[in-house]
């Protein structure tokens, strides 16, 4: 898809870290706020699609939850692994794969969310199903970005 390679082949990972980076999510009151409706507990393995910098991992790693982030862009876990500390290594995976196919068993996470992403996904209905089969429990997507209308009129423009 195109814009899958578009994330894989291009300076994406670069692009979109730097934007990302000076908004950590402990000043993002939305991003907090998402963490908390997930409501993970202590020895939940929680899975995110689309990890890009790794925005969630101390919020979730130092709470003990076994947190594996999936991209399909591999660059983007070099910055993913800045924010992971000494301290939460051991709670800390990543997986370079589509989300269209995820490689977990079904029912074999506790949870799973994604937050700004679903925009660059083509197949955001196979996406959604994949998260589904894998999680035991709770599957949570922001669609904030998507609804945004210039975004939105992009995708309008896309299908017709």
Known sequence: MKTE???IESSYAELWTTGIRKHPPSHDKLATEFIGLLAPKSGDVVVEIGTGEG???SLLSKRQICYVGVDVCRRMFKYAKD????SNKDYVH???SEAKSLPFKSKSVDKCFSYATMFFIPN???V???MVRISKHKVLIELR???CPRIFSNLVKRRI
Request: positive net charge; proline residues 0%.
């Open 5 to 7: 390679r578009h994330c």
């Open 55 to 57: 925005r969630f991992i």
């Open 83 to 86: 924010n992971v500390m000494r």
């Open 94 to 96: 990543f997986v370079v």
């Open 124 to 126: 955001k209905k196979q």
């Open 128 to 130: 959604i199903y994949e």
């Open 145 to 147: 970005n998507i609804l």
